[in-house]
Protein backbone atom coordinates (compact mmCIF):
# COMPACT_ATOMS: atom_id res chain seq x y z
CA UNK A 1 0.00 0.00 0.00
CA UNK A 2 1.52 3.42 -0.84
CA UNK A 3 2.39 5.77 1.87
CA UNK A 4 -0.26 8.70 2.48
CA UNK A 5 1.00 11.70 0.48
CA UNK A 6 -1.15 15.04 -0.68
CA UNK A 7 -1.89 13.57 -3.98
CA UNK A 8 -3.34 10.67 -2.36
CA UNK A 9 -5.67 12.32 -0.02
CA UNK A 10 -6.81 15.30 -2.47
CA UNK A 11 -10.30 15.48 -1.91
CA UNK A 12 -10.74 15.93 -5.61
CA UNK A 13 -9.72 12.88 -6.12
CA UNK A 14 -9.55 10.90 -3.06
CA UNK A 15 -13.13 8.62 -3.94
CA UNK A 16 -11.35 7.62 -6.86
CA UNK A 17 -7.98 6.74 -4.99
CA UNK A 18 -10.29 4.68 -2.26
CA UNK A 19 -12.27 2.66 -5.25
CA UNK A 20 -8.46 1.89 -6.73
CA UNK A 21 -7.08 0.41 -3.16
CA UNK A 22 -4.25 3.03 -3.45
CA UNK A 23 -6.05 4.14 -0.01
CA UNK A 24 -8.60 2.81 2.15
CA UNK A 25 -11.11 4.73 3.45
CA UNK A 26 -10.18 4.03 7.14
CA UNK A 27 -6.40 5.73 6.92
CA UNK A 28 -8.09 8.60 4.92
CA UNK A 29 -10.80 8.83 7.44
CA UNK A 30 -7.55 8.78 10.50
CA UNK A 31 -5.81 11.56 8.08
CA UNK A 32 -8.37 14.03 8.05
CA UNK A 33 -8.86 13.46 11.84
CA UNK A 34 -4.95 13.99 12.67
CA UNK A 35 -4.89 16.99 10.73
CA UNK A 36 -4.07 20.34 12.88
CA UNK A 37 -6.86 22.85 13.51
CA UNK A 38 -5.85 26.19 11.77
CA UNK A 39 -8.81 28.15 13.01
CA UNK A 40 -7.47 31.51 13.66
CA UNK A 41 -3.69 31.26 12.18
CA UNK A 42 -4.37 32.96 9.73
CA UNK A 43 -3.53 36.94 8.58
CA UNK A 44 -6.29 39.36 7.83
CA UNK A 45 -5.45 41.34 4.20
CA UNK A 46 -7.47 44.47 3.59
CA UNK A 47 -8.40 45.26 -0.15
CA UNK A 48 -8.98 48.71 -1.26
CA UNK A 49 -11.70 48.13 -4.28
CA UNK A 50 -10.22 51.09 -6.24
CA UNK A 51 -6.58 49.34 -6.76
CA UNK A 52 -8.63 46.68 -9.24
CA UNK A 53 -6.84 46.02 -12.42
CA UNK A 54 -10.00 47.48 -15.04
CA UNK A 55 -9.03 51.01 -12.75
CA UNK A 56 -5.68 51.02 -13.89
CA UNK A 57 -6.75 49.72 -17.63
CA UNK A 58 -9.07 52.23 -18.24
CA UNK A 59 -6.25 54.86 -17.55
Known amino acids: MAT ?3 KLVDKR ?6 AK ?9 QHLTDLRDREGT ?3 VEIDPGD ?5 QAE
Request: glycine share 8%; net charge negative; aromatic share 8%.
Open 21 to 29: GLISKQEYE
Open 52 to 56: SQDDL
Open 13 to 18: IVERNI
Open 4 to 6: LGD
Open 42 to 44: YDH
